[in-house]
């Protein structure tokens, strides 16, 4: 069974940072894009960060210079350090695979873990 599980959220002050983690089960992690993307009351799904199989990066302009997007192959694993965080990062953070790269629009992510809550106090 393919899954993921995420961790690493929580409720941070204003310019504090949190590390999301992504493990997967059930199928090999390096052979796949993963994106992060956020859900906040009342707003759209958004695509926050991305890295494709060779390791290539994106961020979203509102994050870029504050959060990275790794992976760590021998864990099965993608990171989101996010830094300097704000009230409008507060969102439930999800991760998802495709095998297409990081330009491939959402809906063509095929698994998407359940999500993890990020709170960000002002």
């Known amino acids: 069974q393919l899954q993921f599980v995420e961790s690493g959220g929580g409720l941070v002050q204003t310019g504090g940072s949190l590390r999301l983690s992504c493990e997967a089960s059930g199928f090999t992690l390096e052979s796949y894009t993963i994106g992060w993307f956020r859900q906040a009351p009342e707003k759209e799904h958004e695509g926050v960060s991305c890295?494709?199989?060779?390791?290539?990066?994106y961020h979203v302009e509102s994050v870029k210079d504050r959060f990275t997007i790794s992976r760590d192959n021998a864990k099965n694993t993608v990171y989101l350090q996010m830094n300097s965080l704000k009230p409008e990062d507060t969102a439930v953070y999800y991760c998802?695979?495709?095998?297409?790269?990081?330009?491939?629009?959402?809906?063509?992510?095929?698994?998407w873990g359940q999500g993890t809550q990020v709170t960000v106090s002002s």
């Open positions: 890295i494709s199989v060779d390791g290539s990066t």
């Open positions: 998802a695979a495709l095998k297409e790269g990081c330009s491939a629009p959402e809906y063509e992510y095929d698994y």
